[in-house]
Nanobody, 129 residues
Framework: QVLLVESGGGLVQPGGSLRLSCTASGSGFTSDYHAIGWFRQAPGKEREGVACINRDEGRTFYRSPVRGRFTISRDNAKNAVYLQMNRLKPEDTAVYYC????????????????????WGQGTPVTVSS
Protein backbone atom coordinates (compact mmCIF):
# COMPACT_ATOMS: atom_id res chain seq x y z
CA GLN A 1 0.00 0.00 0.00
CA VAL A 2 1.11 3.54 -0.75
CA LEU A 3 -0.03 6.61 1.15
CA LEU A 4 0.40 10.09 -0.28
CA VAL A 5 -0.11 13.18 1.84
CA GLU A 6 -0.16 16.68 0.42
CA SER A 7 0.36 19.83 2.45
CA GLY A 8 1.11 23.51 2.03
CA GLY A 9 -2.10 24.75 0.49
CA GLY A 10 -3.89 27.85 1.63
CA LEU A 11 -5.10 31.33 0.75
CA VAL A 12 -2.71 33.63 -1.08
CA GLN A 13 -3.04 36.92 -2.90
CA PRO A 14 -2.51 37.16 -6.65
CA GLY A 15 1.18 37.39 -7.39
CA GLY A 16 2.08 35.50 -4.24
CA SER A 17 3.78 32.16 -3.75
CA LEU A 18 3.08 28.83 -2.11
CA ARG A 19 5.09 25.65 -1.77
CA LEU A 20 3.21 22.38 -1.80
CA SER A 21 4.65 19.17 -0.45
CA CYS A 22 3.78 15.58 -1.20
CA THR A 23 5.15 12.85 1.03
CA ALA A 24 4.89 9.17 0.19
CA SER A 25 4.91 6.35 2.70
CA GLY A 26 3.87 2.73 3.07
CA SER A 27 5.52 -0.58 2.45
CA GLY A 28 4.39 -0.52 -1.14
CA PHE A 29 6.25 2.64 -2.02
CA THR A 30 9.41 1.34 -3.56
CA SER A 31 11.91 2.50 -6.14
CA ASP A 32 9.58 0.95 -8.73
CA TYR A 33 7.59 4.16 -8.62
CA HIS A 34 9.49 6.28 -11.09
CA ALA A 35 7.40 9.42 -11.25
CA ILE A 36 5.25 11.70 -9.16
CA GLY A 37 2.84 14.10 -10.72
CA TRP A 38 0.88 17.08 -9.51
CA PHE A 39 -2.67 17.56 -10.72
CA ARG A 40 -5.34 20.08 -9.85
CA GLN A 41 -9.09 20.38 -10.02
CA ALA A 42 -10.72 23.77 -10.06
CA PRO A 43 -14.36 24.21 -9.00
CA GLY A 44 -16.65 22.98 -11.72
CA LYS A 45 -13.81 21.75 -13.92
CA GLU A 46 -12.14 18.45 -14.69
CA ARG A 47 -8.89 17.52 -13.05
CA GLU A 48 -5.82 18.43 -15.08
CA GLY A 49 -2.13 17.73 -14.91
CA VAL A 50 0.20 20.46 -13.71
CA ALA A 51 3.72 19.09 -13.38
CA CYS A 52 5.51 15.76 -13.25
CA ILE A 53 8.99 14.65 -12.25
CA ASN A 54 11.03 11.54 -12.95
CA ARG A 55 12.28 10.48 -9.52
CA ASP A 56 15.38 8.81 -10.91
CA GLU A 57 16.85 11.45 -13.20
CA GLY A 58 14.90 14.53 -12.25
CA ARG A 59 13.45 15.20 -15.68
CA THR A 60 10.46 17.48 -15.38
CA PHE A 61 7.32 18.16 -17.35
CA TYR A 62 5.00 21.15 -17.10
CA ARG A 63 1.68 22.11 -18.57
CA SER A 64 1.69 25.39 -20.47
CA PRO A 65 -0.41 27.42 -17.99
CA VAL A 66 2.17 26.94 -15.24
CA ARG A 67 5.44 26.71 -17.14
CA GLY A 68 7.84 29.39 -15.95
CA ARG A 69 5.87 29.99 -12.74
CA PHE A 70 5.82 26.56 -11.07
CA THR A 71 8.80 24.37 -10.25
CA ILE A 72 8.60 20.71 -9.31
CA SER A 73 11.45 19.11 -7.37
CA ARG A 74 12.08 15.95 -5.39
CA ASP A 75 13.94 14.74 -2.33
CA ASN A 76 14.15 10.98 -2.67
CA ALA A 77 15.74 10.59 0.76
CA LYS A 78 12.51 11.95 2.24
CA ASN A 79 10.20 10.33 -0.34
CA ALA A 80 8.95 13.83 -1.03
CA VAL A 81 8.10 15.95 -4.03
CA TYR A 82 7.51 19.69 -3.93
CA LEU A 83 5.69 22.17 -6.10
CA GLN A 84 6.93 25.73 -5.78
CA MET A 85 4.24 28.01 -7.15
CA ASN A 86 5.17 31.61 -7.89
CA ARG A 87 3.28 34.51 -9.43
CA LEU A 88 0.02 32.84 -8.59
CA LYS A 89 -3.13 33.82 -10.45
CA PRO A 90 -6.80 33.49 -9.50
CA GLU A 91 -7.12 30.80 -12.16
CA ASP A 92 -4.65 28.67 -10.19
CA THR A 93 -7.32 28.22 -7.54
CA ALA A 94 -7.97 24.50 -7.21
CA VAL A 95 -7.47 21.44 -5.08
CA TYR A 96 -3.98 20.12 -5.81
CA TYR A 97 -3.30 16.39 -5.80
CA CYS A 98 -0.13 14.37 -6.10
CA UNK A 99 -0.01 10.89 -7.58
CA UNK A 100 2.59 8.20 -8.26
CA UNK A 101 3.19 5.90 -11.20
CA UNK A 102 5.60 3.09 -12.02
CA UNK A 103 5.97 4.40 -15.54
CA UNK A 104 8.99 6.44 -16.46
CA UNK A 105 7.26 9.57 -17.69
CA UNK A 106 7.43 10.83 -21.22
CA UNK A 107 5.58 13.75 -22.69
CA UNK A 108 2.66 11.66 -23.89
CA UNK A 109 2.06 9.95 -20.53
CA UNK A 110 3.14 12.42 -17.86
CA UNK A 111 -0.38 13.84 -17.43
CA UNK A 112 -2.50 10.80 -18.20
CA UNK A 113 -4.44 10.08 -15.04
CA UNK A 114 -4.95 6.43 -15.92
CA UNK A 115 -1.23 5.65 -15.58
CA UNK A 116 -1.09 6.80 -11.98
CA UNK A 117 -1.59 4.16 -9.31
CA UNK A 118 -2.08 6.05 -6.07
CA TRP A 119 -3.44 9.51 -5.29
CA GLY A 120 -3.38 11.78 -2.29
CA GLN A 121 -6.41 13.45 -0.77
CA GLY A 122 -5.50 16.89 -2.06
CA THR A 123 -4.67 20.27 -0.60
CA PRO A 124 -6.73 23.35 -1.48
CA VAL A 125 -5.17 26.47 -2.94
CA THR A 126 -7.12 29.70 -3.19
CA VAL A 127 -5.70 32.71 -4.98
CA SER A 128 -7.75 35.75 -4.18
CA SER A 129 -7.41 39.33 -3.02
Amino acid sequence: QVLLVESGGGLVQPGGSLRLSCTASGSGFTSDYHAIGWFRQAPGKEREGVACINRDEGRTFYRSPVRGRFTISRDNAKNAVYLQMNRLKPEDTAVYYCAVTKLRPILSTAFREDVYDYWGQGTPVTVSS
